[in-house]
C-alpha cells in the first residue's frame, strides 16, 4: 500500500513539481485517502531535495489566523532562501475562516518571484466544508484534484482485490486492514463514515430540518441501488413526513458528500432531464453491504441482487470517471446508462441475467436514444471485471 500511488496522486505529484502555482485542493469522500497521498506526494518532493512545512489542524496550538500565517511565513522564508518548498494542510477545514486567511497569504506571495514562493496543497476530511471555502472565498485561486472512492483497478494493484470481494465490499482502502473481519470493517463504515457524514458534515454545512428522513432517504437509496424510483414514490416508503421537494433537495446533499448519486433519464431536453424519476447509485459497494449488512457470501447466494449490485458498481464507476451519466427508459424498454463526454455519448447496458439485451438489441435501443456507440457488460459482451478495471472513457472512443 505504501508504494501504490492513486492517478490522482501521482497528478498531484507533477503539478507541485512544476513551478509553484495555485493552491491544489484534494477533494473527495473521507476515508478514501487523501491524507495517505498528501504524505505520500511530500515524501516523494522531500527525496527530490524539495523543504517541507506540514500544517496538521489536528495538532493546532495557535488561534487559527496566527496558526496557518505562521506555517505560511515560515515556508515563505525557506523558499525565499532559493529552496523548493512544499507547504501541506491537513484538516484545515477545521479552522473557521480558513479559506480568508489562505486566500490573504496567496494574495500576498503572488507579488513575490516564483522562486520565492511555497507549493501549496490543502487536504480535509470534509469534503463539504472544503467546498464550501473554496466557493466563498478563493474564486479564482485554487485547482481541485478529485479522489473519488477506489476502483477495482485500484484495489487490485494495491490488495490483490477480486471482482466479487470488490461487488460486495469495494471502495474503501481500509478494508484490507480489518480482514478477515467483515463484521468489524461493515460496523467501521457505519460509525467512521456513514455516521460521520450525516451527523457532522451536513448537518454543520446545511440546514436540514428533517434529519430523520435525510438519513432514512440514504438508507432507502442503500436497499435500491441502481433503481429508477420516483420522487413521491420514494416519499410514500419514508417513515418521516417530508414533501417531493425536500426529498430532492436532500438527495443534492447526499450527492455532494459523495455518498450517493441520483441520474436523470437521457433526453436532448434538459427540462425533461430535470423532471425525470432519478436513478439512486450509491457511491460505494462497502456503503450498501454496511446498510444492508451482507457479506459477499450472501450475495453470492443471491443472483437477483448480485445483478443490481454489479449495475450500481458499473454506474459509480462511470460517474466517477468525471463523465455526464444517464439512464434511458421508454415505455417498457430501457437502457441502464448512457455516459457522455462532450458530443460523445455511450449506451451501457449490465447484463448479469441473460434475459437482458444482447448486443444487437442494445444497438438498436443505442440508436433509439440518439448514441452511436454502446457496450454489453457482462456474459455477453465485455466481462464485468475487465469493464471495471480499464477507464470508462475508453468506450466513449469506440
Keep these: 500500500m505504501a508504494r501504490f500511488l492513486r492517478p490522482m496522486t501521482e497528478e498531484l505529484l507533477r503539478r507541485l513539481c512544476g513551478p509553484p502555482g495555485l493552491p491544489q485542493i484534494l477533494v473527495g469522500p473521507r476515508q478514501v485517502g487523501k491524507t495517505t497521498a498528501l504524505g505520500q506526494v511530500v515524501a516523494a518532493l522531500r527525496r527530490k531535495g524539495y523543504a517541507a512545512v506540514l500544517g496538521e489542524a489536528d495538532d493546532m496550538a495557535a488561534p487559527p489566523a496566527r496558526w496557518i500565517a505562521a506555517h505560511w511565513r515560515k515556508a515563505a522564508a525557506l523558499a525565499a532562501g532559493g529552496k523548493p518548498v512544499i507547504l501541506a494542510f491537513d484538516e484545515l477545514q477545521k479552522i473557521p475562516g480558513w479559506s480568508e486567511i489562505v486566500k490573504r497569504e496567496f494574495d500576498a506571495g503572488g507579488r513575490l518571484p516564483a522562486g520565492r514562493r511555497p507549493r501549496v496543497a490543502i487536504s480535509g476530511s470534509s469534503a463539504l466544508l472544503v467546498s464550501k471555502g473554496m466557493t466563498e472565498s478563493m474564486a479564482g485561486r485554487f485547482e481541485i484534484i478529485r479522489f473519488p472512492h477506489w476502483s477495482l483497478d485500484e484495489e487490485r494493484r494495491a490488495f490483490s482485490t477480486d471482482v466479487s470481494t470488490y461487488l460486495a465490499l469495494g471502495g474503501y482502502p481500509k478494508r484490507h486492514e480489518f480482514m478477515p473481519d467483515i463484521d468489524r470493517f461493515l460496523a467501521y463504515v457505519r460509525d467512521s463514515i456513514i455516521e460521520s457524514v450525516l451527523s457532522k458534515d451536513l448537518l454543520l454545512l446545511h440546514p436540514v430540518d428533517k434529519p430523520v428522513l435525510l438519513r432514512r ?20 416508503q419514508l417513515t418521516d413526513k417530508g414533501n417531493v421537494t425536500t426529498i ?27 423532471a425525470s424519476s432519478p436513478k439512486l447509485i450509491v457511491m460505494a459497494q462497502a456503503l450498501i453491504a454496511a446498510v444492508r449488512r451482507k457479506t459477499p457470501q450472501a450475495l453470492r447466494a443471491d443472483p437477483e441482487m448480485r445483478g443490481r449490485w ?72 465485455v466481462a464485468l471485471e475487465e469493464f471495471l478495471e480499464t477507464d470508462p472513457r475508453v468506450w466513449l472512443e469506440g
Design 248 to 274: 430532492a433537495g436532500y438527495l443534492d446533499l447526499l450527492s455532494a458528500a459523495f455518498l450517493i448519486k441520483p441520474l436523470q433519464k437521457f433526453s436532448p431536453e434538459i427540462l425533461r432531464i430535470r
Design 310 to 381: 454489479a449495475e450500481n458498481a458499473v454506474g459509480a464507476h462511470l460517474v466517477k470517471a468525471g463523465l455526464e451519466v444517464f439512464y434511458w427508459r421508454e415505455r417498457d424498454q430501457e437502457i441502464d446508462f448512457i455516459a457522455k463526454r462532450g458530443d460523445d455519448a455511450v449506451a451501457v447496458e449490465v447484463s448479469v441475467s441473460p434475459r437482458k439485451h444482447p448486443p444487437a438489441a442494445l444497438e438498436r435501443l443505442a440508436r433509439r436514444a440518439g448514441v452511436a456507440r454502446s457496450v454489453v457488460v457482462g456474459p455477453k459482451g
Design 217 to 236: 432517504l440514504f438508507e432507502f437509496a442503500c436497499h435500491h441501488p441502481a433503481e429508477i424510483v420516483s420522487l413521491q414514490k420514494m416519499l410514500g
